[in-house]
């Protein structure tokens, strides 16, 4: 069966660079949710977004920006990197209908970014 | 803050043994998921139990949740090697608005010796 598909796997940037993450949600997933887990933290959300609307807001810092396409693949730019923000990015998607609460989350393999 | 803790942080138990994993959370919920996770690999969903259910099995998983407690506790019966990994348990929290988004505890690190 299809998975989430996150690129790239790896990405190595200097302070104050920029980077974009791309997610490719499971076919017919309408919901995508993106964490950040630094090292031997616990995954922390970040922002998600439902028929290409932002829907919910977490720690996300004001440096970084994100949407979902008509695809509903969707994109995480994340500007004038920090050393702070080396960890590993995970999108999640779910098949949310209106109304439900109970949807597993699929997690994509995640994008491991270095900041040096 | 965290939304869910876990005990034990970590656990080393012989092949074929039962692990159990325990996790609180604090606020009330629509529902718990347990996730593994091998070191510094993607998160693999393994069960979710709604508010309303007390118990869930999945193949080796047993899965409670004590919604009057806040708790929720994932046994893994005849252990195996395979299973080392991270366990971490998530909550989706009813708030106003809705949303899906997970809150995750902090996690059960197990090793399953040979």
């Known amino acids: 069966a299809a998975g989430v598909i996150q690129s790239p796997r790896h990405l190595i940037k200097e302070k104050r660079e920029t980077a974009t993450l791309k997610c490719y949600p499971i076919p017919r997933h309408d919901t995508v949710y993106w964490y950040q887990q630094g090292p031997g933290q616990d995954p922390q959300f970040l922002i998600s977004?439902?028929?290409?609307?932002?829907?919910d807001k977490g720690s996300i810092p004001d440096r970084f920006s994100a949407q979902q396409f008509s695809d509903y693949h969707s994109e995480l730019n994340m500007s004038s990197l920090e050393l702070g923000d080396s960890a590993l990015y995970f999108c999640a998607s779910s098949d949310d209908e209106r109304g439900s609460l109970y949807n597993e989350q699929f997690f994509g393999p995640g994008t491991r970014l270095t900041v040096l | 803050s965290q939304q869910g803790e876990e005990d034990p942080q970590a656990l080393s138990i012989q092949e074929g043994e039962n692990a159990t994993m325990n996790c609180s959370y604090k606020?009330?919920?629509?529902?718990l998921q347990w996730y593994r996770q091998n070191s510094g690999r993607g998160l693999v969903h393994l069960i979710l139990i709604r508010s309303n259910e007390r118990e869930k099995h999945s193949g080796r998983l047993r899965v409670t949740l004590d919604t009057s407690k806040k708790s929720s506790s994932l046994l893994i019966t005849a252990s195996r090697a395979a299973d080392t990994a991270s366990y971490f348990c998530a909550t989706v929290p009813i708030l106003t608005g809705g949303g899906n988004k997970l809150t995750f505890g902090t996690g059960t690190q197990l090793k399953v010796e040979l």
């Open positions: 606020t009330s919920i629509n529902n």
């Open positions: 977004f439902y028929e290409k609307m932002q829907s």
